[in-house]
C-alpha cells in the first residue's frame, strides 16, 4: 500500500499567519531548530516548519507552534459534513484506507 502523505490545510496555514501577524511575531530557523521572535510571517518559513512538524495540529484542534497552544476556533460540525459528503460522493475503499492511515485509525 502506498503511504498517504498528510499535507498540513490551507484553513490551518491561515490561522497560523493570522495568530503571528496579531500577535507580531514571526516563525525563524536557526542552528536546525524552530523559533518564535519579533517580526512579520515568512510563509516559506511556515510551509517548512508545518513540512519538519515545528507547527503541528493536536488532536483537540487547536494548533502548536514551537510549544505555544493556539485555539482556532474550528466549525468543526461543518468541515465533517463537508468532508463526509466528498467520502460518500467519490472516494473509494483504497481512499479510505488511506485516509483511515493517515490519520492513525487502528484497522482489524
Keep these: 500500500m502506498n503511504a498517504m502523505r498528510c499535507r498540513y490545510s490551507e484553513a490551518a496555514m491561515k490561522v497560523v499567519i493570522s495568530y503571528l501577524r496579531r500577535t507580531g511575531q514571526s ?17 516559506e518559513i511556515i ?7 515545528a507547527i503541528q495540529l493536536a488532536g483537540d484542534g487547536s494548533i502548536m ?3 505555544t497552544d493556539i485555539p482556532p476556533q474550528w466549525d468543526t460540525v461543518k468541515i465533517r459534513r463537508r468532508i463526509e459528503d ?3 460522493k467519490s472516494a473509494s475503499k483504497g481512499d479510505i ?7 492513525g485509525v487502528k484497522m482489524r
Design 86 to 88: 466528498h467520502l460518500r
Design 27 to 43: 516563525l525563524r530557523f536557526c542552528d536546525g531548530g524552530y523559533f518564535l521572535s519579533e517580526g512579520a510571517p515568512n510563509i
Design 65 to 67: 507552534i514551537c510549544g
Design 97 to 103: 484506507i488511506r485516509i483511515a492511515a493517515c490519520l
Design 47 to 53: 510551509e517548512q516548519a508545518f513540512r519538519h512538524g
